[in-house]
């Protein structure tokens, strides 16, 4: 019997990628053969980084990672529902991280549909080191945008991203 190869789907904005995404993608790397890394074009959310600068800057976080763990880790952008790109990239399981209570309520009914869509893929959920369960892109960029101090937040290569765009 041949065993099928595990390939975990990560889907997220990443608009920029945080250190707790860092550190969920960490966890994941350990329940898989493969992770693909989903970067959701997400054009509600006007995102403050375009698809290519965001792919770019997710890609270079996951060198050292896939280094480490000898998982290969591609990035990949996605248009698409998510069911039909986890299909197509042939995705056993999509992993989501789980912050507060308030991530609960929206992953609780995606998880709902999602089932609905396709019941063959599971969505497992990690939860990230304390330091950096609070951590939301969406609070980074806004202090970013204040001036504040966002080293403790994101990798250095986004920090410096981030000071660059709110210089301009
Ligand atoms: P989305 O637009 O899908 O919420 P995000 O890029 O904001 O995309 O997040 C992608 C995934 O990573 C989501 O499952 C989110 O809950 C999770 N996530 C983001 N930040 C953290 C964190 N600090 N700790 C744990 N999970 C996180």
């Given at each position: 019997?041949?065993?099928?190869?595990?390939?975990?789907?990560?889907?997220?904005?990443?608009?920029?990628?945080?250190?707790?995404?860092?550190?969920?993608?960490?966890?994941a790397?350990k329940?898989?053969?493969e992770?693909?890394?989903g970067v959701?074009?997400?054009?509600?959310?006007?995102?403050?980084?375009?698809?290519?600068?965001?792919?770019?800057?997710?890609?270079?976080?996951?060198?050292t990672?896939?280094?480490?763990?000898?998982?290969?880790?591609?990035?990949?952008?996605?248009?698409?529902?998510?069911?039909?790109?986890?299909?197509?990239?042939?995705?056993?399981?999509?992993?989501?991280?789980?912050?507060?209570?308030?991530?609960?309520?929206?992953?609780?009914?995606?998880?709902?549909?999602?089932?609905?869509?396709?019941?063959?893929?599971?969505?497992?959920?990690?939860?990230?080191?304390?330091r950096y369960?609070?951590?939301?892109s969406r609070?980074?960029?806004?202090?970013?945008r204040?001036?504040?101090?966002i080293?403790?937040?994101v990798?250095?290569?986004?920090?410096?991203?981030?000071?660059?765009?709110?210089?301009?």
């Amino acid at each position: 019997m041949t065993v099928k190869k595990r390939i975990g789907l990560y889907p997220g904005t990443f608009d920029p990628i945080t250190l707790g995404h860092v550190d969920i993608i960490e966890r994941a790397v350990k329940m898989v053969d493969e992770l693909v890394v989903g970067v959701a074009i997400n054009r509600d959310k006007a995102p403050l980084f375009s698809l290519d600068e965001r792919v770019r800057m997710t890609s270079a976080e996951m060198a050292t990672i896939s280094k480490k763990s000898g998982v290969p880790i591609r990035v990949v952008p996605f248009e698409t529902l998510l069911m039909k790109f986890a299909e197509e990239v042939n995705a056993n399981f999509i992993v989501r991280g789980l912050r507060a209570v308030s991530d609960f309520e929206y992953e609780f009914q995606m998880v709902g549909m999602n089932q609905k869509l396709n019941d063959d893929i599971e969505t497992v959920f990690l939860m990230a080191d304390v330091r950096y369960q609070f951590i939301a892109s969406r609070l980074v960029k806004e202090i970013a945008r204040l001036g504040g101090a966002i080293d403790s937040f994101v990798p250095p290569a986004v920090a410096k991203a981030l000071k660059a765009k709110f210089q301009k």
